[in-house]
Structures are given as C-alpha cells and as structure tokens.
C-alpha cells in the first residue's frame, strides 16, 4: 500500500466510533440555554 492510504487508514482507526462518541456524549449533563440556538444563528446572520 502507499504510504498516503497507511496514514488515512490510521486517522480512521485513531477516530472514536459512532458508538463511542454518542456514549461520550449522554455521559455529559445536559445544558439549557437562555437562547436557542436558532435565536443566535439568526442574530449574527441579521448583523451582516
């Protein structure tokens, strides 16, 4: 194999799996936000 397919196939193998990250993730607590998301999208979109 060439020595660039070696190196991305190392990146995908160092990469967390799906299962990984989405367990990653519901270990953390939930956070509330006085703003959406939305809400702050469209605000910095209407300030160009």
């Excluded at 020595?3 to 993730?25: F, H, M, N, Q, S």
């Amino acid at each position: 194999m060439s020595d660039y397919i070696l190196r991305e196939v190392g990146k995908a193998l160092d990469r967390p799996t799906r299962l990984e990250v989405l367990d990653r993730l519901s270990a953390r607590p939930v956070r509330r936000l006085k703003t959406s998301a939305a809400d702050v999208i469209r605000g910095e979109r209407d300030a160009r």
